[in-house]
């Protein structure tokens, strides 16, 4: 079964309607083989509430994997693919594996529904969940509850840990007219003989604690401000200091545009942190979720202790929850799809300066819009709609806002559309608010995360498995396989976006084929070939057309350099041709010169060497990340490092310096180095923020895990595409902490979590990561990969030279290699055989 075909059957589900209840789910999990029982498989976690349980699961899953555990991760819904749902330390669900669950589970499901007593979409994907988690061993299960939580398709198993984070009126047609109905219900997800965590409060908290004791948990552990409001409490008793809960958080503002201090205290515990999640509340969430890590930790015998919390915290990012996407103007995406969460996100909007807000709004027909339009800011107001069936008439919504008071509200159709014409009236002092739906902020994110994948097909059986990754059918590929020979872009766009752009392109007698999904369910996959002249067309035809066409038509002039000048970049090494950055590790435990360059001359003498030899930079390490590394102190990475820059900042070349701590970068740019090397991807808030306030250049690389584990097995669909998607991901959140794009050089991390055959996928493919609009860096010297070619990992010249060659060849810009005159030589020779007119070394 391919991908499409799966994900129409699971999408098709929708039509069911909601039934409560767990027992179906639990069917088909013993359908498969998974054994529910508590003493099986991974320690699951639940995490309810009206609001805020994305965000608090983010941050369990976030601390446990900072405490060493291996952690999958369940929410919904999705911004772009149904894959997102499903995590496995941080890595979303193969397509492959979703094709794999429904072909097996699909007779059973079709059966049932036979019989009367269909599965319902999320019951069916949350099973799936269940058995990724299962199949792929994790230690600990995170999963967001859907509707409610007694009946709750999460509760086919039983948690060893469950926090319900808040309550109010929601889905009143299935959970009950009033907060105290419905906090029965989201209740019974407390475990049993354990306490269950919650920050709610009044009469909500009254029936959790009568619900907790009938379902034998331990008792119920409160979270709250220091204003707590907890059940009976009068004024009195909060002056007397007689009302407080176990837990106590405070929000401490602002840090940055991204970025705000949290602190949390109990008896015996406390974290101060700084989040990438802005809002009061999200003191809140940080509380339940240590709260909730540290009882996890517990059961399994794990201490989640301070560190572990304040740095799973730090990296818990959670798109499309007041996320900031720029800041001239001020541009926030936020999904809040009630009244409650309207609110928080104009008192979040509030501790900004900005003059004018123009909001662009979506909801759900099912929402309470008026109360929405009531809690949302003051602003010209555009709706629109998502492509969605449920999402309610922007004509209607504007009547609505403009019933709730708004003088300047604009109705138009797509949220691309919508943001369009908000971003153009914006000015630089204004803010841009998309709000009201999750759908409408994941049709908004694709202004900044959509990837035009250049796609090099040399061969009928090359052009078959681009079109087979972009989920083609195989009556398609047959037709198009012979056809996909000039310039050929993958890309993924908005079900009627593909329709059009089928239409468009086969009128220019171009070609395009798209994905097999019969459903907006998610992004569907396009591949587009033509020449470059077609391209063009395609491009003018798409100006002025609805739906985010010509903001996409813009996209693809960029992407192929149609009428768009390349970004003018500062590096510090020539860019007319490959450079060669020369690696110089005064560590005693890297793979191949460790121990050799540890005293200052040594390796002062061999960066002279390597510059004789024709390097264009040094780059500089303090730290191993060869399999199976130990980490080392920041003391002793900065003992080893600074003094080595210090004395070659007066050498000719820049001076990089291989680290993933901020401390150390800070110091090291202080020290005269000229570019930051990390090997983790900035995925550190506080590194972006360093290499935001210097300027400097920084090498952003893709890693699984630094330094690796070689027990670590990673499935991959595509590790090209994926690579490319994930560090699409990472370069976007550098850019939303101020990074500037020209400062990025883009590095695959060859043998960071890839197989020796996944690594040559990568150098094959290098031309791909153009989709990047980044410098390319391959880092390849005497890696284990070349065990595949006959050489040993960790001495392997002979096999290092020729893939420099290649790697220039097929679109490197930088090499960083241990042996610097022989690979200048290759990277001579493959550039002098691409340009022989114009090459000069």
């Not at 639990?26 to 529910?36: I, N, S, W, Y």
């Not at 498989?41 to 601390?63: D, F, H, I, L």
């Not at 809002?279 to 517990?298: D, F, K, P, S, Y």
Request: glycine share 8%; net charge negative.
């Amino acid at each position: 079964m391919h991908y499409h075909e799966a994900a129409n059957f699971l999408f098709d589900l929708r039509r069911f309607g909601v039934d409560p209840g767990v027992e179906s789910v639990q069917d088909l999990l013993a359908a498969v083989g998974v054994d529910t029982a508590p003493e099986s498989g991974p320690a699951y976690v639940q995490v309810a509430g009206t609001n805020g349980k994305g965000s608090t699961a983010r941050m369990v899953e976030s601390a446990l994997r900072e405490a060493g555990l291996s952690v999958g991760l369940y929410t919904s819904p999705h911004l772009e693919t149904m894959t997102e749902r499903v995590r496995i330390d941080g890595r979303e669900m193969p397509r492959s594996a979703v094709a794999e669950f429904v072909g097996e589970t699909k007779p059973w499901l079709v059966d049932r529904a036979a019989d009367g007593a269909p599965l319902t979409f999320f019951e069916v994907v949350t099973a799936m969940a269940i058995w990724q988690f299962e199949r792929a061993d994790v230690d600990v299960a995170v999963l967001e509850v859907g509707l409610g939580g007694e009946l709750d398709a999460t509760s086919a198993i039983q948690p060893v840990a469950s926090a319900l984070t808040n309550v109010s009126l929601e889905h009143t047609n299935v959970l009950g007219d009033t907060v105290e109905e419905i906090a029965e219900t989201k209740a019974h997800v407390a475990p049993k003989d354990r306490p269950l965590i919650t920050g709610a409060e009044g009469a909500a908290l009254s029936t959790i604690r009568e619900v907790a004791e009938d379902v034998g948990a331990t008792g119920v552990v409160t979270v709250g401000e220091d204003d707590w409001q907890g059940e009976g409490a009068t004024e009195a008793d909060r002056h007397a200091g007689g009302a407080h809960p176990d837990v106590t958080v405070a929000y401490d503002g602002r840090v940055t545009h991204q970025q705000a201090a949290v602190s949390v205290a109990a008896d015996d515990w406390s974290v101060d942190a700084e989040i990438p999640l802005l809002g009061e509340h999200q003191a809140m969430n940080a509380g339940i979720a240590c709260t909730l890590a540290r009882q996890v930790g517990a059961e399994l015998g794990v201490d989640v202790d301070r560190t572990a919390l304040e740095r799973g915290l730090a990296r818990a990012d959670w798109p499309g929850r007041f996320e900031v996407m720029g800041q001239s103007p001020l541009t926030v995406l936020d999904g809040a799809h009630n009244p409650e969460a309207c609110e928080t996100v104009t008192q979040t909007l509030s501790t900004f300066d900005y003059d004018d807000c123009h909001l662009v709004v979506a909801a759900m027909h099912d929402k309470d819009t008026a109360a929405m339009a009531a809690a949302l800011p003051d602003a010209t107001v555009t709706t629109c709609a998502p492509a969605i069936d449920r999402a309610e008439d922007p004509e209607v919504l504007g009547r609505t806002f403009e019933d709730a008071g708004y003088d300047d509200v604009t109705v138009t159709g797509s949220v691309a559309n919508a943001l369009s014409k908000a971003q153009a009236a914006a000015g630089d002092d204004d803010a841009v608010l998309v709000t009201g739906s999750l759908y409408a902020v994941a049709e908004a994110r694709t202004t900044w995360t959509r990837l035009h994948v250049p796609k090099r097909v040399d061969s009928i059986g090359e052009a078959e498995t681009v079109l087979r990754d972009a989920q083609v059918s195989e009556p398609g590929i047959w037709r198009m396989r012979g056809k996909a020979d000039h310039r050929v872009l993958h890309t993924r766009v908005q079900e009627r976006q593909a329709e059009y752009l089928k239409q468009e392109m086969l009128s220019l007698d171009g070609e395009c084929s798209a994905s097999a999904l019969r459903s907006g369910g998610e992004l569907h996959d396009v591949v587009l070939s033509g020449t470059m002249a077609q391209f063009k067309r395609l491009a003018e035809k798409l100006q002025g057309q609805p739906w985010g066409l010509s903001e996409l038509g813009e996209e693809i002039r960029e992407q192929l350099g149609i009428q768009h000048r390349p970004p003018e970049r500062d590096l510090p090494w020539p860019e007319d041709r490959t450079a060669v950055m020369g690696i110089l590790n005064v560590t005693p435990d890297s793979f191949h010169d460790g121990g050799e360059y540890e005293r200052i001359e040594d390796a002062v003498a061999r960066a002279e060497a390597m510059v004789d030899a024709g390097a264009d930079a040094i780059d500089v390490g303090g730290e191993s990340t060869r399999p199976g590394a130990d980490p080392v102190e920041i003391e002793e990475e900065l003992d080893r490092v600074v003094p080595v820059v210090e004395e070659l900042a007066e050498l000719d070349v820049p001076i990089s310096v291989d680290t993933r701590r901020p401390e150390v970068a800070r110091a090291v740019v202080a020290a005269g180095a000229d570019v930051l090397n990390d090997v983790e991807g900035l995925k550190d808030p506080e590194m972006r923020r360093v290499v935001a306030e210097t300027g400097v250049p920084v090498v952003l690389m893709h890693s699984i895990e630094a330094p690796v584990d070689p027990s670590t097995e990673v499935e991959y669909d595509d590790v090209v595409e994926e690579t490319v998607r994930e560090l699409k991901a990472r370069l976007l959140a550098a850019e939303k902490a101020g990074v500037a794009r020209e400062q990025v050089v883009i590095d695959p991390g060859i043998g960071f979590g890839k197989t020796a055959r996944e690594s040559f996928e990568l150098l094959d493919r290098l031309a791909e990561f153009d989709a990047l609009g980044c410098p390319l860096l391959f880092g390849h010297s005497h890696k284990s990969m070349f065990g595949l070619t006959g050489e040993e990992a960790g001495d392997a010249p002979h096999s290092t030279v020729a893939a420099t060659a290649l790697a220039a060849r097929n679109g490197a810009d930088v090499v960083r290699v241990h042996d610097v005159a022989a690979n200048v030589a290759a990277a001579n020779v493959a550039d002098a055989a691409d340009d022989p007119e114009g090459f000069e070394p």
